[in-house]
């Protein structure tokens, strides 16, 4: 769960309450709601109000000219822009802390090839991670299955994991896209604050009930970093960059295209590199009534360093207001065929909602 602040403010009142107990009003839909809690206690004659302010966080990769991370800034080097608008930035956090994680592998007949470097790939990361990581495989061709026991929905076991990317032989069409919305879903039933998915696969998609729109739209909405791994046999038509290139600019992760089997092991050791080496933002946005995509842009300015490249997220879907008598949530006929896994109200949106001091 994500970390709450409480503000309260409290008001002295002659007059006996006349309630107890709580009256809560959703402002937005759970993905990204301000909730106002009256309050009110007989015995001190008085109420409070607590309002629950919401923050959005932000993965930020910085490095140098030669690809080095740089892992010593403050907060005053950073700048955040929200639709052009500069932000306050009210978080900010730098550190190795555990990660939930997904790793979605593809296992249908266009990666027939690529088997080996797929698994070995997959483990070389999960070595190379935090030990305190909780992870999971998505292994999809035509269909979409989770890899480990049913009785166990994260782990950081790594024969458990070996076992779950080495348990499915290639075959069959591509449901890509199914495959990103069910790990996106999964990934909100962790209480780890930080997301990562990653994604192995051609980019090709033949056999998925959603389609690229709707997934990339949950993509946008939820705090999760997409790293894509491009494997591409020359003899396939199906397979395309651009859609793995896409998931991963928009959530802050990165796309890579290794072209050999020991490429693939470097790729994935960086992976896990660069999610060890990343700074977390926050910020309250303003114009809460406003729904669609905003645009998000971060600088750093650190004269001494020169000229630094920075990563984040490419911006994020605020969903709109709910209309009278719709569940919380995102409705299906906005996401279509989606897995609304918005309706709940998570911490692994991009909004982590802030309250009382708790994990």
């Known amino acids: 769960m994500p970390r709450l602040y409480t503000t309260s403010i409290r008001w002295q009142t002659n007059r006996p309450a006349l309630f107890a107990g709580l009256l809560f009003v959703t402002c937005l839909c759970s993905s990204f709601s301000a909730t106002l809690l009256l309050l009110a206690q007989d015995t001190s004659k008085s109420f409070a109000i607590k309002q629950q302010v919401n923050l959005v966080e932000l993965p930020v990769t910085v490095r140098d000219r030669g690809g080095r991370f740089v892992s010593t800034l403050n907060v005053s080097n950073f700048r955040v822009f929200e639709d052009g608008r500069q932000q306050e930035i009210t978080l900010f956090r730098n550190e190795d802390i555990p990660v939930a994680v997904g790793l979605a592998v593809d296992h249908s007949g266009s990666m027939a090839t690529k088997q080996l470097e797929v698994s070995e790939g997959a483990q070389t990361f999960v070595q190379a991670s935090n030990p305190q990581d909780r992870e999971f495989v998505v292994n999809f061709a035509d269909e979409v299955s989770f890899g480990l026991r049913k009785d166990v929905a994260f782990t ?204």
């Not at 409705?331 to 896994?341: Q, R």
């Open 156 to 359: 950081s076991n790594i024969d458990e994991l070996r076992a779950a990317l080495s348990s499915v032989s290639a075959s069959g069409k591509t449901a890509l896209y199914d495959a990103v919305a069910v790990a996106l879903e999964n990934l909100q039933k962790d209480s780890l604050d930080k997301k990562v998915l990653i994604l192995i696969s051609d980019g090709g998609d033949n056999a998925s009930k959603r389609n690229f729109a709707q997934v990339l739209r949950l993509a946008q909405t939820f705090n999760v970093i997409i790293y894509s791994i491009g494997l591409f046999d020359q003899n396939s038509a199906d397979q395309n960059q651009k859609v793995l290139k896409k998931f991963s600019t928009e959530t802050g992760g990165y796309a890579y295209f290794p072209t050999s089997h020991s490429e693939v092991i470097t790729v994935c050791r960086q992976i896990a590199d660069d999610i060890r080496h990343q700074y977390t933002l926050g910020y309250s946005p303003a114009d809460l009534g406003r729904s669609g995509y905003r645009k998000i842009r971060v600088t750093v300015n650190v004269p001494s360093r020169g000229k630094l490249l920075v990563r984040t997220r490419a911006g994020y879907y605020f969903p709109a207001p709910m209309l009278a008598g719709e569940p919380s949530g995102v409705s299906e006929s906005s996401l279509g065929h989606t897995l609304l896994a918005v309706k709940r109200n998570v911490g692994g949106s991009p909004f982590a909602t802030t309250g009382d001091a708790r994990r």
